[in-house]
């Protein structure tokens, strides 16, 4: 049963992206969004000017001084291959991102890396997060692997611009972030009618709806 990695996380996150879980090549390398067609790593060098390139400790370095966080949904899954239609549903097994979000209250925002990161967290997280009394601004990306093609690389940077959006929003936490620990529409604000979630409108980006 492939298994996920811990969070990249730095001192003051302020944006968590959220993966379904890691593809065969990411498991192999041990590394985030490993596999050399994933659109991540190059849309982040677009986004933030981090060289795709560099040591992945470096890269890992560049994105928590920026205040993001890494992770998935899943912990494990059975899965033949890395396509996110393969897990196996009576087989997942979440992380516990509830209570990473709610240790780090400096995280207002959640991007969700595709439609099966999506659905995992309707599934696994949304609940307990409202139950916690969290408030946070969740958003749908596409999907930064290889397997989506309905959207050319362009599209697929357009719509995570939300991020960089999200990381320039001056808050108590805006200093940079030291260390990893392991283990052209302005976006605008639409508030649900629960307090507790609300949502992003960018260009290819969905806001998340979520189950009750």
């Known amino acids: 049963m492939p298994r996920g990695f811990g969070p990249v996380i730095g001192v003051k996150p302020r944006v968590l992206v959220l993966g379904s879980l890691p593809g065969r090549d990411s498991v192999l390398r041990q590394q985030y969004y490993a596999h050399e067609r994933n659109a991540f790593w190059p849309i982040m060098e677009r986004l933030f000017g981090i060289d795709r390139n560099m040591e992945y400790e470096c890269r890992l370095e560049e994105i928590v001084a920026r205040g993001i966080a890494i992770w998935d949904v899943l912990a494990s899954a059975d899965r033949e291959g890395s396509l996110d239609s393969a897990i196996v549903a009576h087989t997942e097994v979440a992380n516990d991102v509830a209570s990473l979000l709610a240790a780090n209250p400096g995280i207002s925002t959640v991007i969700l890396n595709g439609s099966k990161a999506a659905a995992l967290y309707r599934r696994y997280v949304a609940r307990e997060v409202e139950d916690r009394g969290l408030f946070l601004r969740v958003v749908q990306v596409p999907s930064t692997s290889p397997a989506n093609a309905r959207y050319d690389f362009e ?32 976006p605008r604000s639409n508030r649900s009618g629960s307090g507790r979630t609300d949502t992003l409108a960018v260009p290819f980006a969905r806001p998340l709806r979520t189950e009750r």
């Open 155 to 186: 599209h697929k940077l357009e719509a995570w611009s939300v991020l960089a959006e999200a990381v320039s929003v001056p808050t108590d936490a805006g200093s940079k972030a030291e260390g990893v620990r392991s283990g052209r529409d302005r």
